[in-house]
């Protein structure tokens, strides 16, 4: 699955595709604006694909602090504060697919 099929599939579905990565699922929710399922499902991720999107998530929230944390975690620099979060999850979403 693409990054453009997450999107139109959390903008049309009330449920992310059954198969589909845990990644995916997560990047599913998070577009879907589905925090807190986005949330738990990327602490469920092992390795650099679940800090990343934990971090997005935190920075997402606002929580600088908390999403610096994460990023570190995934081995990436926080984005450029102009940077929006639908930039953003397409960065991560094409780059985690």
């Avoid at 992310?16 to 602490?43: C, M, N, V, Y």
């Avoid at 602090?65 to 639908?86: E, L, V």
């Amino acid at each position: 699955m693409t990054a453009a099929d997450l999107v139109l599939s959390a903008a049309s579905d009330a449920v992310p595709p059954t198969e589909i990565s845990a990644t995916a699922r997560a990047l599913w929710f998070a577009k879907a604006g589905k925090w807190d399922a986005a949330h738990d499902l990327s602490q469920e991720i092992t390795g650099s694909a679940g800090s990343w999107i934990h971090a997005y998530l935190h920075r997402q929230e606002g929580d600088l602090t908390n999403a610096a944390y994460w990023y570190a975690r995934a081995g990436k620099p926080m984005p450029a504060q102009k940077t929006s979060s639908a930039d953003e999850w397409l960065e991560i979403a094409t780059a985690l697919l």
